[in-house]
């Protein structure tokens, strides 16, 4: 059975960082791609960025580039999500997902596999 267990989501102030965690089991970790979403309320679910976990490549969502950064640890099949100079409008639920296959995938509708999500709340 394919898990993904996100975690790492807070309150912070405006301006400060936190790292979301992604534990992936269940499946070879370097045969997925795995992205990251976010979903404020009220809002339609939106990619944040992708990475292909057999080599690293990443894409980043326009208005997270520069601020947010996508990595993997494939010893530990983890998926990470640093984001630094958070603003209010980033506060939302943020999920993970994982996609069979080695390319960048940017709809939802392309993932077979789901967390549950951690809530980011950014004060101002």
Known sequence: EVQ??????????AGGSLR????????TFDDIAVGWFRQAS??????VACIVNRDGRASHATTVKGRFTISRD?????????MNSLKPEDTA?????????????ARPDEYNYWGQGTQVTVSS
């Open 20 to 27: 979301l965690s992604c534990a992936v089991s269940g499946v």
């Open 4 to 13: 993904l267990v996100e975690s790492g989501g807070a309150p912070v102030q």
């Open 93 to 105: 639920v943020y999920y993970c997902a994982a996609a069979s296959g080695y390319s960048w995938y």
């Open 74 to 82: 494939n010893a530990n099949n983890t998926v990470y999500l640093q």
């Open 42 to 47: 009220g809002k339609e679910r939106e990619g």
